[in-house]
């Protein structure tokens, strides 16, 4: 997953976690100006608007963020006021783009959160937690030494605010962590390490001058402590760019089926060494060959004012060869994540005004995001389309 640019809108959503984490987990300066105040609470209220229209989880995150922070700081009017004005500002932007598409966002949400809701159980943030105590601890005891450290301050929770937000932002981790598809990391909490770390260098900054030759050391122990939380993941990150890079010139044996088409022969896709042979059809020459396989059944009996719609995970040929894609459809196709028997488009919504429908002999997607939806789907292709040509790696249906 470092090598690829899949799912990179988790990685946006986090560096807009980490924005409000950063304007509510820091205490204002007492020089401050209203300006100021106004211009930071106004950008946190714009990073979760743009989390919104990038993953709503995130944006969820974001929102307890800012709860939580209010109850700290207490906060003035202004900032609360700043905050909404700048969520409102984007969410308007967002809704405008989508034509004003209101209801059917809300639905399309209500409809995921729906279908992920009856797949969630209490074993998976339980095993996330269990495996992830050693980090928690190591901020908690940082957040613990920074309020003993420092000079107790005029609000009611003084410098302890540390050792609370380490438990609230440690959640928000857990409970992202729990509803992506990540198998690891906990990036809110390192960079929250890193706002403790500077908290107790603070210490050291305005300690009496016979302790400063103990400065230097003292912060180095900081950053180290702060740096196991945060250097594995950035270490993994940094070293993904010159490892593409090597690759890109130099492609290994596992890249070595490329896309046809021009408008993606620049990508590749290379196989997993340790993939599990029912998701081998996602990835690397696989997925290629599907692909390109595609393309040339669709060039042969469609043309570009042809709307495709292929029942998979994902529906890549209207990207793929410019061509318009279908009013309907999913995003992403998950049973019971993005969808489930109960909660899920109808079959008019579903398909749409497609005039070609591309089935699969090898879903990309593994069985058991793939059963319930052909139980609910694939009869309808039969009654609606007939059946047009056929290939190694498709069924090619025009509408009747």
Not at 22 to 28: D, G, L, N, V
Not at 45 to 71: E, R, W
Not at 214 to 236: E, H, M, N, R
Request: charged share 15%; aromatic share 12%.
């Amino acid at each position: 997953m470092v090598l690829s640019p899949a799912m990179a809108y988790n990685r946006y959503g986090y560096a807009l976690l980490v924005l409000v984490l950063i304007e509510c987990f820091q205490p204002t300066k007492a020089s401050a100006t209203s300006v100021e105040e106004w211009v930071g609470s106004v950008s946190t209220g714009a990073a979760i608007g743009l989390a919104l229209f990038l993953k709503a989880s995130f944006s969820l995150a974001g929102m307890g963020l800012v709860a939580v922070s209010l109850v700290l700081w207490l906060p003035s009017v202004r900032r609360l006021l700043g905050i909404v004005a700048g969520f409102a500002g984007v969410s308007l932007l967002g809704v405008a783009y989508l034509r004003f598409q209101l209801p059917a966002m809300v639905r399309a949400l209500r409809m995921a959160a729906s279908a992920r809701s009856q797949n969630i159980s209490l074993r998976v943030p339980v095993h996330n937690i269990a495996h992830n105590l050693t980090p928690f601890f190591c901020v908690l005891i940082l957040a613990m030494a920074a309020s003993f450290l420092k000079t107790r301050r005029s609000e009611w929770l003084g410098d302890l605010y540390l050792p609370v937000a380490a438990v609230i932002v440690y959640i928000a981790d857990i409970a992202l962590l729990s509803t992506n598809a990540q198998t690891s990391g906990l990036p809110l909490l390192g960079a929250f390490a890193l706002l403790v770390a500077d908290r107790l260098a603070d210490v050291a900054n305005t300690s009496p001058v016979a302790s400063q030759e103990y400065t230097l050391a003292y912060c180095a122990t900081l950053l180290l402590l702060a740096g196991i939380l945060f250097l594995p993941q950035f270490t993994s990150d940094a070293l993904a760019l010159p490892i593409a890079a090597v690759r890109k010139l130099h492609p290994p044996p596992s890249c070595s089926v490329r896309f046809t088409v021009p408008r993606i022969a620049s990508l590749m896709l290379c196989d997993y060494p340790d993939e599990d042979e029912t998701q081998a059809w996602s990835n690397g020459k696989d997925y290629t060959t599907y692909v390109n396989d595609g393309v040339v059944l669709l060039r042969q009996y469609a043309n570009p004012s042809d709307k495709v719609l292929t029942m998979d995970m994902q529906d890549p040929f209207p990207y793929v060869l410019g061509w318009a894609p279908p009013r309907g459809g999913f995003a992403s196709t998950a049973f019971n994540f993005t969808f489930s028997a109960r909660f899920r488009p109808t079959i008019d919504q579903y398909f749409g005004d497609a005039s070609v429908v591309m089935i699969p002999k090898h879903p990309a997607f593994p069985p058991e995001f793939a059963t319930g939806f052909y139980q609910i789907y694939e009869p309808a292709v039969e009654q609606r389309y007939a059946l047009a040509a056929e290939s190694d790696w498709f069924r090619l249906y025009k509408k009747k």
